[in-house]
């Protein structure tokens, strides 16, 4: 991982936008496999993770599915970080924790934006209500969130918007999916690229 701002670019199903992502300079890169345009099987996350280096940080990502079912599958995509969208508790946390994945809690936006690391999680993932829908929160009226906290900001960036909401939150990192497609599910690879430089261009 750099130390620059993070990227994570979330919902790949390709090859050839792991390479472009990885190329670009990514720090992590998700999989979907939760109901979704950008769902991927598990077969399919491990042919894409062999293709990424060590550095870049592969992310399962799953919206209030059974424990066994997440386990399972995170195993069997030999991913290295789970993310998790549903309601699930400290218990649920502690054990993936204890199977050795690095765990990103999404919260949405809102009144009480839970601190990191409050269920054990490592980085928080400040989303908009519907994850992967490419609306945009008001980043203008920031999220609680601590200073040094791990926390991506999520939620309608686009390569356009997204130094401007960089500089409006200060986040630790960002996440997008919906601003580097060219159509629902379908990723562009110039947007990819432009997404990332955009995120790390001095302001
Ligand atoms: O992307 C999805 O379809 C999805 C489905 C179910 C749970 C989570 C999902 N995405 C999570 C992400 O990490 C997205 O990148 C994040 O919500 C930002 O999405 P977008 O507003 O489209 O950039």
Known sequence: ?????????????????????????????????????????????????????????TVGVFRAEPLDEVRSVAEAADIRAVQLHGPEDRDYYDDLAAGGWTLIRAAAFGDAVPRCGELGEDMLLVDAPVPGSGVAWDWTSKPQVGPGEKWLLAGGLTPDNVRDAVDATRPWGVDVSSGVERSRGVKDPALITAFVEAARARS
């Open 1 to 57: 991982m750099s130390n620059s701002l993070f990227v994570k670019i979330c919902g790949l199903k390709t090859e050839r936008d792991v390479d472009t992502a990885v190329e670009a300079g990514a720090d992590a890169i998700g999989f979907v496999f939760s109901a979704s345009p950008r769902r991927i099987d598990a077969a399919t996350a491990a042919r894409l993770a062999r293709r990424v280096p060590e550095h870049v940080l």
